[in-house]
């Protein structure tokens, strides 16, 4: 297969090759706590890239979780500490 | 002691919840020309050879090759479909080459990351906050 790549002609400095990708992904991979210990090789791209797009959508769903939590919180604190109208002034 | 409209404030979101974006940009075509190229640089060469009227053991490889052309071709669109996919996750990435969507998915895994680490904070400060209230009868 490396030598299909060789063949591949690249026309400008733009243009990504696919040993740049494969770099790149396995930079990637080293974010995603599931993946991290594993060596690059052994890992597919599209694993690595449907991992990113699972771990994203994990994060998201704890801001959210997170958010609802917040708000909860300084809506019952009570209204006459300071402490809790700085925060809220700052956040609401 | 009166409980204020607080609960009728906006919601705070600290940021908004996720919308994906549904758009997808021509950048895509753009981002993958390496495809395209080699898909295009093969076929000729299989052509050339086939017009040669080789013996059936290089027809075999041939085939052989095409097949393997055809799981990499398929692999490739894979990829393909899962960069796209990560594009309209990460804000902004639409817009960005193959190379650059990477260390923006990075940055804003990272970014995200820091911002829950910072709301489990506040979340429990304010918690804590509750509880001494209570404990000191406030």
Redesign the interface.
């Known amino acids: ?1 490396s030598s ?2 060789s ?5 400008g400095a ?5 040993d ?2 494969i770099d ?2 396995s ?2 991979q080293q ?1 995603i706590p599931e993946l991290r210990g594993r060596r690059p090789d052994k890992v ?3 694993k690595v ?2 991992e ?2 699972n ?3 994990s ?2 769903r ?3 979780g ?6 909860q ?3 019952s ?5 300071d ?2 109208a700085i ?2 002034s700052l ?2 | 002691m009166e409980i204020n409209a607080v609960n009728q404030t906006n919601t705070p979101t600290f940021y908004s919840k996720t919308q994906q974006n549904p758009l997808m940009g021509s950048a895509l075509h753009e981002a993958f020309p390496t495809f395209q190229t080699t898909r295009g640089t093969t076929r000729k060469r299989t052509d050339y050879l086939k017009s040669q009227n080789k013996d059936s053991l290089r027809e075999e490889e041939e085939e052989e090759e095409e097949e393997e052309e055809d799981n990499d071709d398929d692999e490739r669109i894979e990829v393909k479909r899962k960069i796209v996919a990560l594009q309209r996750i990460v804000p902004g990435g639409e817009a960005l080459g193959v190379d650059k969507l990477f260390e923006e998915t990075a940055g804003y895994i990272l970014a995200l990351q820091g911002q829950i680490r910072a709301m489990r904070v506040l979340a429990s400060f304010i918690e804590g906050m509750d509880k001494q209230k209570r404990k000191l009868g406030g």
Do not use: F, G, P
């Open positions: 297969m299909r790549r063949r591949s002609r690249q026309s733009s243009r990504i090759t696919d740049q990708i790149l992904v930079k990637l974010l597919s791209a599209s890239l449907q990113t797009c771990y994203i959508r994060l998201h704890e801001v959210d997170l958010s609802d939590r917040l708000s919180l300084l809506a604190t009570d209204t006459d500490s402490q809790a925060i809220r956040l609401m």
